[in-house]
């Protein structure tokens, strides 16, 4: 089984629409949780790190479930420019290691 | 604020030649890391620096790779002898410390486009 495991999608999302996936991680001790977004061809960008209480950024809401052991990222009111890959990155280690998922592909479509 | 700086960032090259990888992470962050995206394997981390030291390079793939950090503002990878399985995106990203600000969020730069021929 992968340390971080993702659904690959794709998501296919219409614009306007509520889009959320999750990501699983096999590590209990792992405290530190991040979702990036990669598009085509580019580096993976942070696009928030994840807090045991939850967290909101605009129309991006990110959760830990310790118990079940998973991260979720929620987008509302999809945009044509969130068509893109979503990583999660998970800690490994005291130093900041990260082990990440393959992504999650969404599309957004008009 | 400039961000992680990769160099080159398209190598073509042939099999067997040596290729070298460059970084230049962000000012203040201490910690910096290589990783390797294909298709097939995904985001994947080769090796690791605290400080300028390595500190896990377990993900590194065989004795062909080397990475030096010779000081806080440079690293570089090498692949020597390299082959066509090495062709893929090489990223360097960088991080605070531990317990500093927004420590374990690594920034990634643009990537170095390895293609071996």
């Known amino acids: 089984r992968k340390e971080v495991e993702q659904d690959p999608g794709p998501f296919n999302v219409p614009e306007g629409a509520t889009v959320a996936f999750n990501c699983t991680y096999s590590?209990?001790?792992?405290?530190?949780f991040f979702w990036y977004r990669q598009d085509c061809r580019k580096e993976p960008k942070l696009l928030m790190s994840?807090?045991?209480s939850g967290n909101e950024d605009g129309r991006f809401t990110a959760q830990l479930n310790r118990a079940s052991q998973y991260i979720s990222l929620l987008i509302r009111d999809s945009k044509l420019s969130d068509s893109a890959t979503y990583l999660c990155?998970?800690?490994?280690?005291?130093?900041?290691?990260?082990?990440f998922g393959a992504g999650t592909q969404v599309v957004v479509t008009p | 604020d400039a961000g992680v700086i990769q160099s080159p960032r398209h190598e073509v090259t042939e099999m067997g030649q040596e290729v070298t990888l460059r970084c230049k992470p962000i000012?203040?962050?201490?910690?910096l890391f290589w990783y390797r995206q294909t298709m097939m394997r995904g985001l994947e981390l080769l090796i690791y620096?605290?400080?300028?030291?390595?500190?896990?390079d377990s993900g590194m793939p065989e004795d062909r790779f080397s990475a030096k950090m010779p000081n806080a503002s440079f690293s570089t990878l090498k692949i020597q002898p390299s082959e066509p399985r090495d062709s893929a995106v090489y990223f360097c990203?960088?991080?605070?410390?531990?317990?500093?600000?927004?420590?374990?969020?690594?920034?990634f730069g643009p990537g170095t486009r390895l293609t071996v021929t």
């Open positions: 590590n209990s001790a792992s405290q530190s």
């Open positions: 000012s203040g962050h201490d910690y």
């Open positions: 990155g998970v800690s490994t280690d005291s130093w900041g290691k990260l082990q």
């Open positions: 994840v807090y045991s």
């Open positions: 620096f605290n400080n300028n030291v390595p500190i896990d």
């Open positions: 990203a960088s991080s605070l410390p531990p317990g500093q600000g927004d420590s374990y969020e690594q920034y």
